[in-house]
Structures are given as C-alpha cells and as structure tokens.
C-alpha cells in the first residue's frame, strides 16, 4: 500500500515538472503578456482616415484645384495595434489624384525609426463645377448661340482649364464633333468657322525686311482663322504654307 503511495506521489511531481516546462515556452511565444501589454500603442482608424484626407487635400491644394469637392473613404480600415515606443507615421501619395476612380494613400508606421507596418487607404475624390452644357444636340459646323448652351453643376472628370463656363466663351465657334444634349461643352469640342474654301482667291501678306508685301493669291484648301493652308501665288505660281488672318487674308512667314 505504501510503495502505490510513493508511485503515485512521483508519478504527480514529474507530471507537476512537465507541466512547468510546457508553459514557459509558451508565455515567451506570446510575448510574456496580454496583447495589451505588447501592442500598448494603438493607431485609431480615424486618425489614419485624417491623415489620409489631409494628404489629398495637400495634393489637390498644390495642383491648383479650387473647385468644390468631396473626398470620401472606399473602406474603414482597422485600428493598428503597435509596440512600445515612439510613433512615426509617413505619408505618401504614390499616384496622382483620379477624378474617375480610387486614390491610394499610403501610411508607412514606424517604431523607434524601425518599419513597423504599411497601411493603404483608399479614397473616392469627387470634384463639381458649375460649367456650360449643351442644351441641344449640336451638330458639327453649325454656329452656337447663347440659347445653344446653359450653365449646370457637373461632376467634372477634366483638368478646370477644359470647361467653358460663359456663353461668350462660344461666340463665333462651332463643333468639332457632335455634342449631345446635356453634355459638358468642351474647349476641346470647339473650332472656329471655315472662313476660307478651297479655289477662293486671297491676298498673300508677308514681311520681307520690316516691310509688308502683298500678292495675290488662291486658296488650295478650306481654312479657319488661325489654321495653316496651302496657297498659291496667282503671279509665280509658287506653292506657300500659310497661316488664316481672316475670309480674305492669309499670311506667309
């Protein structure tokens, strides 16, 4: 009876002594803590959001962008969980600002000055201006009148230089191409009028030491103010390139 008691008495302190030994290599593995005594620091969601924004309206500040805007968070991302020590936080905007699609930032967290974690934020910018719109179909070379066009907000895709904002902007233009009702009227989409059909006679101007010489002279394709034709001097017969002053002129360097 005494020797099961011994038995069972070693039996218990060597399963005490394995016990010991498993645990401790364990608690070393988990940092001999709670998650909050080895992540002590915490980077809130809303403080990485705030330096996210505050980075796109950096970038949309240095490009120049006045308009009104409204920038808003794809997803929320998760609270970064950090050792002890000093936090760094660097700020990177690896790709320009998409009117269209998704802006990343990018947040690089840094612990006593070592890398710690990255994380990627991504943001919907959208940019409204009050720009004119077609308020009919307009054809191709059909003159626009101010009845033609009407001021709207949009919400723009384009560079701010594009837009037309006044109906002075189109007087004396037409289209390039075909713009339909209630499209954004671009500068791009505008030209001037053909002034100049091809076989009309011209007068041919040139300076030649300081002093201007006129010639007679034909168009040999239709042009606009401001566009390079091809014309033919009516006395030499000598082909010229020059550039259209109006219906009647065009000047040759």
């Known amino acids: 009876m005494k020797n099961k008691q011994i038995v069972l008495a070693i039996l218990c302190l060597l399963w005490g002594g394995c016990f010991c030994l498993f645990s401790c290599p364990q608690a070393q593995a988990y940092g001999g803590g709670t998650q909050q ?10 403080y990485l959001d705030g330096l ?27 609270a970064v969980k950090a050792p002890a020590g000093q936090l760094i936080c660097e700020v990177n905007l690896p790709k320009d600002i998409s009117y269209t699609g998704l802006t990343p930032v990018m947040i690089s967290v840094y612990v006593n000055g070592n890398f710690y974690r990255r994380v990627i934020l991504y943001y919907r910018v959208r940019v409204y201006e009050t720009v004119l719109v077609a308020a009919r179909d307009l054809p191709v070379e059909t003159t626009i009148e101010a009845a033609d066009v009407r001021q709207q907000e949009i919400l723009v895709d384009q560079p701010a230089q594009s837009y037309l904002k006044e109906s002075g902007e189109i007087e004396g233009r037409v289209p390039a191409r ?63 390139s020059g550039r259209v002053v109006d219906a009647h002129t065009v000047e040759v360097e």
């Open 37 to 46: 005594e080895r992540f002590p620091n915490t980077i809130s969601s809303e």
């Open 178 to 240: 075909f713009i339909k009702a209630g499209t954004p009227v671009l500068a791009d989409y505008l030209q001037n009028p053909i002034v100049l059909e091809s076989g009309a006679a011209v007068t041919i101007v040139t300076q030649v030491n300081g002093v201007e010489v006129k010639t007679d002279g034909v168009a040999l394709q239709r042009g606009r103010v401001g566009k390079w034709i091809r014309v033919r001097n009516a006395r030499s017969g000598k082909i010229l």
């Open 52 to 78: 996210g924004r505050e980075k796109i309206e950096q970038a949309l500040a240095a490009a120049g962008e006045t308009r009104r805007h409204a920038v808003g968070l794809s997803r929320v991302p998760r």
